[in-house]
């Protein structure tokens, strides 16, 4: 497959000749919308002639919500290794919270695929965001430690899960050594019993980086404690920052530099975000909210807008300015020319795979390539 860049003057038609490729192809594997109109800056996936045998094996998850579309899930679970039911919670005491919606029909989806269906376990409070309050309530008791564990492995076994992904965040700096042990103590119980164990990590730099997101994070304890870890690198630009890349490839590579000094790469999963932000401008720090948006929105967005998408060199994401309402945007998104960079740290790093936050929304130029490029474990 190639990645062309649409400049002006292109059509679809124009396109499909040149390459010789079907137009049917070009709408279909890029998810163009009648008329097909395109945006200058647009990358697009194109099926050439011939076949590759991709050499590289990387295991592939996705997060995803129980109010997912049926059909959206479908159509992805075939390029997944696992599907990571989002989320379960937990009481002070241990007892097991799970998702107010029925992920039932996801479970049953995956296992149809040969998919693992994994279990989410978070430290939501009632206000839906991590408590580490929570958090140091199970980790410093023994007798909660044990009632979540007995209660992981019964809801494991009745409703089919196949592992336990723990993302816990915002952990306090003195739970660091209690927070891996309890990583350790939940492997051990599951692991033997055929549920591997994996940890979401928050991406670090070094090993005493400030801030409330780092201090109870300890990645040589944890990348020893569980049977993979997941970096969550992702949200450089996020909902309440500063407009930005999602996930510079650069800001990537230097998390990655330091997680292959304190963990085995073949336990490494890379963290890939699915979706784009929109944020209106001038920022203002304290009050300016972004729009979380779909890779396929942010497109329409540029090309309804009459805008040219630039490409930034450094973070190598694309992104562009429009206006709406006298209102001046700025957007920053994925395509397939900033997962095809992402793509290459896997064997660059020899790193295990990736993990999808989240796979909610359907883009399937990313799945193309990413097939064309891996061999999906299952």
């Known amino acids: ?27 279909f594997d890029n998810q163009l919308s009648y008329p097909y109109p395109l945006a200058v800056g647009q990358a697009l996936l194109l099926s050439t002639e011939g076949e590759t045998m991709p050499s590289y094996s990387a295991y592939v998850n996705g997060y995803a919500y129980p109010y997912i579309n049926q059909e ?60 580490n309050t929570l958090i140091s309530a199970l980790v410093n008791n023994e007798a909660a430690r044990s009632n979540l564990l007995s209660n992981l492995l019964n809801t494991l076994s009745e409703k089919g899960f196949q592992g336990v992904n723990i993302d816990f965040e915002y952990i306090l700096a003195e739970d660091r050594i209690p927070f891996a042990d309890f990583v350790a103590q939940t492997r051990d119980f599951l692991s033997p019993l055929g549920y591997p164990v994996s ?29 993979s870890v997941l970096l969550m690198t992702y949200e450089w630009g996020y909902t309440y920052g500063p407009p930005m890349a999602v996930a510079p490839v650069n800001k990537v590579r230097e998390v990655v530099d330091y997680a292959v000094t304190r963990i085995d790469p073949a336990k490494i999963d890379l963290g890939i975000p699915n979706y784009g932000y929109d944020w209106t401008l001038p920022y203002v720090r304290g009050s ?55 793509f290459a740290l896997l064997p660059l790093y020899a790193l295990r795979g990736m993990g999808y936050w989240q796979i909610m929304r359907f883009f399937r130029p990313n799945w193309l390539l990413l097939e064309n490029t891996f061999q999906i474990r299952k």
């Open 1 to 27: 497959m190639e990645i062309y860049v649409v400049k002006e003057g292109d059509t679809v038609d124009s396109i499909a000749q040149r390459y010789g490729v079907p137009v049917s192809s070009v709408i």
């Open 72 to 131: 959206v899930l479908e159509e992805t679970l075939p390029f997944l290794s696992s599907l990571s039911v989002f989320s379960y919670g937990f009481t002070p005491e241990g007892e097991l919270v799970p998702p107010r919606a029925d992920d039932s029909f996801m479970i049953r989806s995956a296992l149809e695929q040969g998919v693992r269906p994994i279990l989410t376990l978070t430290p939501l409070g009632p206000d839906g965001n991590f408590n």
């Open 199 to 227: 940890v979401a990590l928050v991406p670090k730099t070094s090993d005493n980086q400030s801030g409330l997101l780092y201090g109870g994070m300890d990645y040589g304890l944890l990348g020893n404690a569980a049977d």
């Open 288 to 342: 300016s909210a972004a729009r979380t948006i779909s890779n396929l929105e942010a497109v329409q967005i540029a090309i309804a807008a009459g805008v040219p998408i630039e490409f930034d060199e450094v973070a190598m994401s694309p992104f562009f300015h429009y206006e709406k309402d006298g209102l001046l945007h700025e957007v920053w998104f994925e395509d397939v020319r900033s997962y095809r960079e992402k």
